[in-house]
């Protein structure tokens, strides 16, 4: 059976309107998960906030000055 037998795309046009199918789905698809995990990061995830985090953790600064330098990096 020749479903495309007289038409001008032939099976080579089948076959590369596949490709761009599966091309263009691929793309939202990792669109969709790029968008996804920007919404999951919280307000404090920066560099400087887990910088912090890190040194409160060391025992390098104690809870009241993380929460003023905190306080500090949120207003801005």
Known sequence: MHWFYGTPMGWGGMVM???YSLLFLGGLT???????Q???HTP???????????????????????????????SR
């Open 17 to 19: 309107m596949t490709l």
């Open 30 to 36: 990792a669109l969709a998960v790029v968008l996804s």
């Open 38 to 40: 920007r919404r999951t």
């Open 44 to 74: 404090h995830s920066g560099t400087a906030t887990r910088i912090l985090e890190e040194r409160l953790a060391r025992g390098e600064i104690d809870t009241e000055e993380f929460d003023r330098v905190r306080r500090t990096l949120d």
